[in-house]
């Protein structure tokens, strides 16, 4: 898996700081470290006077609602089970609702 990961990426084109190669006339380097992404980034981190954080801000009872709303979409409760994928694919909605909504009361309690 690391070989064909190695191969689609392209050698080192996708490494480093974003430019333009003027010897090559192509832009190499990571697409996120250039400047407009950081400068997004940046104004997104500090849009509402915030201090920077090192971790992930809580999730909102707005967020969890939308969230479970989405896998409800994707997978209705009363849904047919009519194979093996569409049983893969309940199995998986079951989990993902047991496991965020006890980790949602876990941290917000």
Request: glycine share 6%.
């Amino acid at each position: 898996m690391s070989n064909l990961l190695f191969e689609i990426r392209d050698s080192d084109t996708y490494c480093g700081h974003w430019h333009f190669d003027e010897a090559n006339k192509r832009f190499v380097g990571n697409p996120v470290r250039s400047a407009a992404i950081e400068d997004m980034h940046d104004a997104c981190k500090n849009k509402d006077g915030e201090a920077d954080q090192t971790h992930a801000q809580a999730m909102t009872m707005e967020d969890m609602k939308k969230l479970l709303a989405y896998v409800q979409q994707q997978c209705p409760k009363d849904g047919e089970l009519k194979d093996l994928l569409a049983l893969g694919l309940k199995a998986g909605s079951l989990l993902f609702n047991a496991f965020t909504t006890t980790g949602f009361t876990l941290w917000t309690w």
